[in-house]
T-cell receptor, first 110, second 111 residues
Framework: NAGVTQTPKFRILKIGQSMTLQCTQD?????MYWYRQDPGMGLKLIYY???????DKGEVPNGYNVSRSTTEDFPLRLELAAPSQTSVYFC?????????FGPGTRLTVT | RKEVEQDPGPFNVPEGATVAFNCTYS??????FFWYRQDCRKEPKLLMS???SGNEDGRFTAQLNRASQYISLLIRDSKLSDSATYLC????????????FGKGTHLIIQP
C-alpha cells in the first residue's frame, strides 16, 4: 500500500492564481481530511469527507473547495490564492479514529 | 468550545532519561485519544492509541485519566531519535467536527 499520497510536494503561486492539491489513498478509508499547518502552529481542519459524495466544512474553509467523487481521491481547490494561504497542507484518511497522513504540500503565495 | 491543551515546551532532556508530558482536554464527552509524533517538516504519524486501561509499547506508555480529563505520554530510556513534536488528539465521535488536535509538545533529547 502506498498509503496517502499528495501532489505536488512544493508549489509557489502568485496572488490571485488558482490550483488544485491532489490527495489519494489506497486503504479504502471512508473518512478523509484536509488540514493546514502554519509554522510553529497546530493543525487546522479545512474540510473533511465521510465518504464519496459527502463533504463538510472544518474550522477554516474560507478560500477553499473540495470534492469527493471517489473513495480514493479528495482534491482541495484554492481559488484566488492569497498570502494568508501560505502554509503546509496535509491530507489524511482514517479508520476507527486513527489518522494516516500524506507527506504534505508546501505552498507559498507571493 | 472543545479544547485540547499541551505544554509547547521545548522539553530538553538528556539521552537515557525518562520524560513525561500531559495533554488536557475540556470536553468530558471525549471518546478516543491518540498520541502522534511529528518530525520537523514531516507529516504527523500515529504513535499510539490511548486506552482507558492505559497501554504500553516498548519504551512508551500512554495513560488516560478521565476524572481529571488528561492523557499522558511517558518515554523511558530516551533516545536521540525521540526528538520530535508530540501531538495529542482527542475525538468525541460524530465525524471530523469532533476531532481536535493539540498544538504539540516539542521534545529535544540531548546527547
Amino acid at each position: 500500500n502506498a498509503g496517502v499520497t499528495q501532489t505536488p510536494k512544493f508549489r509557489i503561486l502568485k496572488i490571485g492564481q488558482s490550483m488544485t492539491l491532489q490527495c489519494t489513498q489506497d486503504m479504502n478509508h471512508n473518512y478523509m481530511y484536509w488540514y493546514r499547518q502554519d509554522p510553529g502552529m497546530g493543525l487546522k481542519l479545512i474540510y473533511y469527507s465521510v465518504g464519496a459524495g459527502i463533504t463538510d466544512k472544518g474550522e477554516v474553509p474560507n478560500g477553499y473547495n473540495v470534492s469527493r467523487s471517489t473513495t480514493e481521491d479528495f482534491p482541495l481547490r484554492l481559488e484566488l490564492a492569497a498570502p494568508s494561504q501560505t502554509s503546509v497542507y496535509f491530507c489524511a484518511s482514517s479508520r476507527d479514529g486513527e489518522q494516516y497522513f500524506g507527506p504534505g504540500t508546501r505552498l507559498t503565495v507571493t | 468550545r472543545k479544547e485540547v491543551e499541551q505544554d509547547p515546551g521545548p522539553f530538553n532532556v538528556p539521552e537515557g532519561a525518562t520524560v513525561a508530558f500531559n495533554c488536557t482536554y475540556s470536553n468530558s464527552a471525549s471518546q478516543s485519544f491518540f498520541w502522534y509524533r511529528q518530525d520537523c517538516r514531516k507529516e504527523p504519524k500515529l504513535l499510539m492509541s490511548v486506552y482507558s486501561s492505559g497501554n504500553e509499547d516498548g519504551r512508551f506508555t500512554a495513560q488516560l485519566n478521565r476524572a481529571s480529563q488528561y492523557i499522558s505520554l511517558l518515554i523511558r530510556d530516551s533516545k536521540l531519535s525521540d526528538s520530535a513534536t508530540y501531538l495529542c488528539v482527542v475525538t468525541s465521535g460524530g465525524g471530523a467536527d469532533g476531532l481536535t488536535f493539540g498544538k504539540g509538545t516539542h521534545l529535544i533529547i540531548q546527547p
